[in-house]
C-alpha cells in the first residue's frame, strides 16, 4: 500500500491506500496539548495512578508545507500552545515526529478518523 501526505482544502491528511489514518481540518483538529499533574504511587509493586488535566487545548490553526511534509499547528485561544510536525515516509512506513512549542506542555491528545463500528485501545 502506497503512504501519501497531502494538503487538503481544509486542512491535511495522510492516507494507506484509501484509508485515512491521521485527518486534521477545520472544525475537526487532529491535535490537542495540554498541562497536566500526575500522582504515582508505589507500594510493594501496587501502583495507584491518578493524573489532573489543568489544560487542554485544540490545536485548531495550521499551516501546511506540503513539499517538505511538515505542519505547524496551534490553538487559536492560546497561541503558545504550539506544535511541529514532520512526516517522513519510507517504502509502507510513515513516522511522525511531533515536537511541541510549550515548555510546561505534558500531554497530548491524537485524534484518530475511525468508522462508527471501530474502536481504539490504548
Not at 510493594?44 to 517538505?68: K, P, S, T
Not at 503558545?80 to 506542555?105: K, N, Q
Amino acid at each position: 500500500m502506497q503512504i501519501a501526505f497531502a494538503a487538503t482544502g481544509n486542512g491535511f491528511e495522510l492516507r494507506c491506500g484509501a484509508v485515512v489514518l491521521l485527518r486534521h481540518a477545520i472544525g475537526e483538529p487532529a491535535f490537542e496539548l495540554g498541562i497536566g499533574q500526575p500522582e504515582v504511587e508505589m507500594c510493594r509493586g501496587n501502583f495507584y495512578i491518578a493524573d489532573q488535566v489543568m489544560e487542554r487545548c485544540a490545536l485548531d490553526q495550521y499551516e501546511v508545507d506540503a513539499e517538505a511534509m511538515t505542519v505547524r499547528l496551534w490553538c487559536s485561544q492560546r497561541a503558545e500552545f504550539a506544535l511541529s510536525l514532520a512526516i517522513s515516509i519510507e517504502e509502507s512506513m510513515a513516522r511522525l515526529d511531533l515536537r511541541s512549542e510549550h515548555a510546561g506542555a505534558n500531554r497530548i491528545w491524537v485524534n484518530l478518523p475511525r468508522g462508527m463500528d471501530e474502536s481504539i485501545w490504548g
